[in-house]
T-cell receptor, first 114, second 109 residues
Framework: EAQVTQNPRYLITVTGKKLTVTCSQN?????MSWYRQDPGLGLRQIYY???????DKGDVPEGYKVSRKEKRNFPLILESPSPNQTSLYFC?????????????FGPGTRLTVT | KNEVEQSPQNLTAQEGEFITINCSYS?????LHWLQQHPGGGIVSLFM???GKKKHGRLIATINIQEKHSSLHITASHPRDSAVYIC???????????FGTGTRLQVFP
């Protein structure tokens, strides 16, 4: 089954404790992206990747890091989480290269930073 | 002003009604996406279009590039259509998506 998986689905952590949210897709997609969703603000792009070893900032990259060492995986790293990073996070992937193509979303990760 | 505006923000309907959700954008685009987010939070892609009209079951999406406007129609609405519908655009020469804030639809039996 074609899918995008994220782990963990729910996470409560404390300020400053480094965490990683994993994202993996099994569709051989080249394009992968991370979004955060906040009430009243909708979805906002954090980082995206056009291919292995190619990443770029989205609209709200501050406080986040990503890496793309393998095509299927695109982890989101919060080196020193702060309460303003409490949000619902989605990973997505699509066919080669462009956001022109249908986006496949992961199930979401609800993060709370206290 | 947001680059992607949706209207209405909230919509309630009786089962069987015809639904229209609108999306206006202010940037040049190469494609527009309609997404559906169910109460559980998962997001699925409904349509991706760059011109004209697409239909899938009871859902119809149209786009007018000159007017920078798209509509999502639901015919014979059903309670299972209750969800948040999100419009997103992919700008020219960019690989980023810009999202509207969504339209929350509730369909009552």
């Amino acid at each position: 089954e074609a899918q995008v998986t994220q782990n963990p689905r729910y996470l409560i952590t404390v300020t400053g404790k480094k965490l990683t949210v994993t994202c993996s897709q099994n569709m051989n997609h080249e394009y992968m992206s991370w979004y955060r969703q906040d009430p009243g603000l909708g979805l906002r792009q954090i980082y995206y990747s056009m291919n292995v070893e190619v990443t770029d900032k989205g609209d709200v990259p501050e406080g986040y890091k990503v890496s793309r060492k393998e095509k299927r995986n695109f982890p989101l790293i919060l080196e020193s989480p702060s309460p303003n990073q409490t949000s619902l996070y989605f990973c997505a992937s699509s066919r080669p290269g462009k956001s022109l193509y249908e986006q496949y979303f992961g199930p979401g990760t609800r993060l709370t930073v206290t | 002003k947001n680059e992607v505006e949706q209207s209405p923000q909230n919509l309630t309907a009786q089962e069987g009604e015809f639904i229209t959700i609108n999306c206006s954008y202010s940037v040049g685009i190469s494609a527009l996406h309609w997404l559906q987010q169910h109460p559980g939070g998962g997001i699925v892609s409904l349509f991706m279009l760059s011109s004209g009209k697409k239909k899938h079951g009871r859902l119809i999406a149209t786009i007018n590039i000159q007017e920078k406007h798209s509509s999502l129609h639901i015919t014979a609405s059903h309670p299972r259509d209750s969800a948040v519908y999100i419009c997103a655009v992919a700008g020219y020469n960019t690989d980023k998506l810009i999202f509207g804030t969504g339209t929350r639809l509730q369909v009552f039996p």
